[in-house]
């Protein structure tokens, strides 16, 4: 099963259109969380919020995870020793108010995470996506690197 989840913060609709046009084409479950999207997914189920102990349930099910570059959905993933495909929310689409997503997608990109930038290759991230990438020694290490860049980024923030 392939799991997609945008957070709980806000609407992620170019990855939820483009993940469940590809979900029609793939021979795979997808379950995707949609939060605040407006788009209603047909090819695949979904829902919107849920507790986060059930939510967990999805994360261990998943062969793997595609989701926004939110820290609390990378770090969960990376918990459950799951292979990521990060599609990063962009100020250019008015997806966030800063591209902080872009800054922490680069920081995963340089530790093996595939990223997507452009939606139009996310089916190509999903069939070439490295599933033996993270074992347990390495997720904890990726988690670490995350953890410290994500400290050092708010460190960061609340200088200015």
Not at 51 to 70: K, Q, S
Not at 120 to 146: C, D, E, P, Q, Y
Not at 148 to 160: C, I, M, N
Request: hydrophobic content about 40%; charged content about 30%; proline content about 2%.
């Amino acid at each position: 099963m392939i799991f997609v989840t945008v957070g709980g913060m806000r609407a992620f609709e170019r990855l939820v259109k483009e993940m469940d046009r590809i979900a029609g084409e793939l021979d795979e479950k997808v379950v995707m969380q949609i939060g605040s999207t407006d788009y209603e997914p047909k090819n695949c189920n979904y829902f919107r919020f849920m507790p986060r102990n059930d939510i967990e349930e999805f994360y261990g099910g998943a062969r793997l995870t595609v989701c926004h570059a939110g820290g609390g959905s990378i770090l969960t993933a990376l918990e459950h020793n799951k292979p990521l495909v990060l599609v990063p929310r962009m100020k250019s689409y008015g997806e966030v108010f800063d591209d902080h997503q872009l800054e922490i997608a680069r920081e995963m990109e340089a530790q093996g995470v595939a990223v997507v930038y452009n939606i139009s290759n996310l089916k190509s991230a999903i069939r070439n996506a490295n599933t033996s990438l993270l074992k347990f020694n390495a997720g904890r290490n990726l988690a670490g690197a995350l953890k410290e860049y994500l400290d050092r980024l708010d460190r960061q923030l609340r200088r200015r």
